[in-house]
Each structure stands twice: as structure tokens, then as C-alpha cells.
């Protein structure tokens, strides 16, 4: 099965930009469709945006959706989460999840432990 790792995180201003990385390991990654999700203080978790298989397929949340890009190099086993426009409401711990199910499930199984996303205002 696989191991995903985020990386990436940290403070930037609002308005800037940031990029997340999922290092896989353990398992075919190409077999997995993946996501991000986050959880910001005081709320639940909640998704972010998913890409398929081979890359070719993904959608977004609403209130990331024209801000955030999702991408994939199988051949390096990773996963991206290009964050641009940052905002205030951004923060959160952002985590890598992945399963092996129908690219709209929203069933994961494997998770990371997440990596923190601070913008200031």
C-alpha cells in the first residue's frame, strides 16, 4: 500500500504563492487517484482538489478553484498543489490523500500528516 509525505508549507503574505509536494512511496503510484484536502483551526477537513490516474482528469473546490493548480509526475511519484492569490482563509494544515477507487469517490484510505499552510494578511 502507499506512503505519502507532504512538503512544501510554511508563512507567506497574502497574495503570494506556495507549493505543496506529495512524495509517494510503497505502492504502483500510478494506480492511485489523488487529493488534497485541509483543515484549518476550528474546522472540519475539507477537500481541495483531486487529479486521476494519468493526470488528465481533475476538479477543484469552489474557493480555490482559478487560484490553486493540481498536478501529478507519476514517473517521480508526486503529487503538487500549486497554490497562487493566497489568502488569509488559506490557512490550514493541507494534507495528501489516495485511494484506488472511482476518480469521484470520495472515499481515501491512505493519508499523510499534513503540512502547514500560514498566510498573513
Known amino acids: 500500500q502507499v506512503q505519502v509525505v507532504e512538503s512544501g508549507g510554511g508563512l507567506v503574505q497574502a497574495g503570494g504563492s506556495l507549493r505543496l509536494s506529495c512524495a509517494a512511496s510503497?505502492?504502483?503510484?500510478?494506480?492511485?487517484?489523488t487529493a488534497w484536502f485541509r483543515r484549518a483551526p476550528g474546522k472540519e477537513r475539507e477537500f481541495v482538489a483531486a487529479i486521476s490516474r494519468s493526470g488528465g482528469n481533475t476538479y477543484y473546490a469552489d474557493s480555490v478553484k482559478d487560484r490553486f493548480t493540481i498536478s501529478r509526475d507519476n514517473a517521480k511519484n508526486m503529487m503538487y498543489l500549486q497554490m497562487n492569490s493566497l489568502k488569509p482563509e488559506d490557512t490550514a494544515v493541507y494534507y495528501c490523500a489516495a485511494h484506488r477507487r472511482d476518480f469521484r469517490s470520495s472515499l481515501y484510505d491512505y493519508w499523510g500528516r499534513g503540512t502547514q499552510v500560514t498566510v498573513s494578511s
Open positions: 510503497g505502492g504502483t503510484f500510478s494506480n492511485y487517484v
